[in-house]
């Protein structure tokens, strides 16, 4: 990884614990890679005891300030020259010798040392989740209704389903799983760009906008945070253990005066978690009705996963948010699996060595490798570098490619069938194609913006293996071929609410259904 020194540090464990009369002992192996004022740690816990444990927290010791600024596949958060890390819900538990492993990344002051590990465990029997809501039904004695107080950080308003201040959700309010207050909680259709919608009024200040939720599954389905339609935040929504156990999360935003339609968003194909309420603290915050424009402004500050204001480029409000900022220059490609999160905080990434000579060889490793896994506010610069793979299905939300070279994206083999979601993506000059597809699977896009290119979207050449694509609310402009282009009669495309410019034939060569609808010319 990456062009500097790289550190392995493998500690067992202070001793052996015991709990309930069972014994069990963690060891931790530590790789560690700076560069300029950043650093990639990756981390591998094992379970060296003769029991199972059902949950793991790990102390990573810095030399200084860890400045984490993402994370994939644990818990983190950092406290002086300590990071600690727990379990998220679906690799806690492991068996003895078992593993699981988890990285994250942050800035240094120039003088990194790899951090000492310490852990502990917790053991009993193993544990599971359900990947599916549970058909239980239950009601709860509180009625269906938004609330209002005022505290010393302002007023503060809880906005529950079907109430005033509540604006509906892609996809139902249900009541099949127990524990939820109101008369439901708001369950998304399982799909990226599936959100739930209120508005609510209030001055110009700090708002913290609080969501109790549950997540049964073993994947996170964060989701972006919009306010008058420019995106403020993005948030983490982790697994709960079951469809019936709840908790809650929350974010602070900067916000304007006036009313204030916010939307939260998936950005993965799985949808959101269930939504059982919103809560939102503010300088005279309270709910407001659905219908009628917004007049007041929105930016974000204060949450370290936000972006900046959108600039589409397209005269329309599809794309990007990410300008770039301070420049990373990768010359070994991060990989973000096994459910992984990285937030590249809209900072612009570079190829470097290999990634960045400019070859533009089918064989060319990219910058990012995702699957399964969520990579989110990345600028990608100037310098004709393959800028994202995807195997085995990934998320990829609010990225910028500023020169493509050959093409932005592809889905590499394996992906077995598995989706891809992208999201809020917007990229300039592809000498060939934007988008390439080697392996069958499902692709869904929106909120895109795409300008100079040979192809929107190419399947490989030749190939007859399906591939199913789902394009909406995109600005798409001189194409020097087409929208979409295949050679398997296997494959399908659709293009739905969405502009062209100078784009050419929409479908070019062999489809099994290739269609459009709300399709404008601007």
């Not at 591998?44 to 790990?58: L, P």
């Not at 993965?268 to 009628?292: F, H, K």
Request: charged share 15%; proline share 2%.
């Amino acid at each position: 990884m990456f062009s500097s020194k790289s550190f392995l540090h493998t500690l067992a464990i202070i001793g052996l614990c015991v709990f309930t009369s069972q014994a069990y002992a963690l060891s931790c192996s530590v790789t560690a890679d700076s560069w300029g004022s950043g650093y990639v740690v990756n981390v591998t816990v094992t379970n060296d005891g003769s029991s199972s444990i059902t949950s793991w927290e790990v102390d990573l010791n810095f030399n200084q300030s860890p400045s984490i600024t993402g994370s994939w596949s644990a818990s983190v958060s950092a406290s002086g020259n300590t990071a600690t890390a727990k379990n998220v819900g679906y690799n806690g538990t492991l068996s003895p010798g078992q593993s699981a492993s988890f990285g994250f990344q942050g800035n240094h002051n120039g003088n990194f040392s790899e951090p000492s590990c310490a852990g502990d465990g917790v053991s009993g029997g193993s544990s599971s989740s359900s990947s599916s809501s549970s058909s239980s039904s239950s009601s709860s004695s509180s009625s269906s209704s938004s609330s209002s107080s005022s505290t010393g950080g302002g007023s503060k308003v809880t906005i529950q389903e079907n109430a005033n201040g509540f604006c509906g959700v892609d996809g139902s309010v249900d009541s099949n799983n127990s524990g939820y207050t109101g008369s439901g909680f708001a369950n998304t259709d399982n799909a990226s760009g599936k959100g739930v919608n209120w508005a609510i009024d209030g001055d110009s200040g700090s708002y913290t906008i609080r969501w109790r939720y549950a997540n049964g599954s073993s994947t996170n389905r964060s989701g972006v945070l919009s306010s008058n339609g420019s995106n403020a935040s993005t948030r983490d929504f982790g697994g709960t253990g079951s469809w019936s156990s709840w908790q809650t999360t929350s974010v602070n935003v900067n916000l304007g005066s006036g009313k204030k339609n916010l939307r939260l968003q998936a950005n993965q194909g799985s949808g959101l978690s269930n939504i059982d309420y919103v809560e939102i603290t503010g300088p005279n915050v309270r709910t407001a009705s659905c219908s009628g424009s917004s007049s007041s402004s929105s930016s974000s500050s204060s949450s370290s996963s936000s972006s900046s204001s959108s600039t589409s480029g397209g005269g329309g409000s599809y794309g990007s948010s990410c300008n770039g900022g301070s420049t990373t220059t990768v010359s070994s490609t991060i990989r973000v699996e096994d459910g992984g999160t990285f937030d590249g905080g809209c900072k612009t990434y570079n190829g470097g060595g290999s990634l960045g000579d400019g070859s533009q060889s089918e064989s060319q490793d990219p910058i990012f490798r995702v699957g399964p896994g969520l990579i989110r506010n990345v600028y990608i610069g100037r310098n004709g570098a393959d800028g994202i793979h995807t195997r085995n299905g990934g998320d990829v939300n609010n990225i910028h490619w500023s020169d493509v070279g050959e093409d932005a994206m592809t889905i590499k083999d394996p992906t077995n069938g598995a989706t891809v979601s992208s999201t809020n993506v917007e990229g300039y000059d592809a000498a060939d194609k934007f988008l390439q597809a080697n392996d069958d699977g499902k692709w869904v896009i929106s909120n895109c913006r795409v300008d100079k290119a040979g192809k929107f979207l190419r399947q490989n050449g030749g190939k007859t293996f399906p591939l199913h694509v789902e394009v909406s609310n995109c600005d798409i402009s001189n194409m020097g071929e087409g929208v979409f282009r295949s050679d398997s009669p296997n494959s399908t495309a659709r293009i739905t609410n969405s502009r062209l410019k100078n784009a050419g034939d929409i479908c070019i060569g062999k489809w099994k259904s290739c269609t459009s609808s709300g399709i404008t010319n601007y």
